[in-house]
């Protein structure tokens, strides 16, 4: 059982901090940090807007967090809202989707290269494992 324990945390913890240098590297094209990339992505999947509490929710960060982020990008010209309040929608503007395009483009590359070697097979009984990995763990969580 310690075995499988190490081997989870340690790869998970591995990828993370991989996935968290990638964004950083990518993004700095931009100006940009990491943390803006998910942002990006959720909204260019969202054309209609999505408020700042469905972006903490999707980005799995705290509303501090996000909330530093949209200012950021707000400033950049990459994001804008019907108004100012937290529970506006926002949405990116065309320099904003240029960018989201790129991110696109980015995710597709190193999702290809962090695969390489799975088969399709493969890949459908990890990404299933570890959602089911994620909701028992939450699930567990919320019960304590």
């Known amino acids: 059982m310690q075995d499988r324990f190490q081997a989870f945390v ?26 803006h990339a998910m942002c990006l992505f959720f909204l260019h999947s969202h054309p209609e ?5 469905q972006l903490s929710q999707l980005c799995a960060e705290d509303k501090a967090a996000v909330s ?13 809202s019907d108004e100012k309040k937290y529970r506006s929608r926002i949405r990116l503007t065309e320099q904003g989707k240029q960018v989201a395009f790129h ?3 980015m995710i597709e590359r190193w999702v290809e290269s962090g695969g390489d070697g ?7 009984i990890f990404y299933n494992s570890l959602e089911l990995i994620s909701n028992n763990l939450r699930d567990h969580l919320e019960e304590m």
């Open 103 to 105: 991110i696109d483009e």
């Open 10 to 35: 340690t790869g998970i913890s591995v990828c993370y901090k991989y996935i968290q240098k990638i964004k950083s590297v990518e993004m700095t094209e931009f100006g940009l940090k990491g943390a």
């Open 118 to 124: 799975l088969t399709e097979q493969d890949r459908e």
């Open 49 to 53: 807007g999505l408020t700042a509490a």
């Open 68 to 80: 530093r982020s949209l200012a950021s990008l707000a400033d950049k010209g990459y994001i804008e």
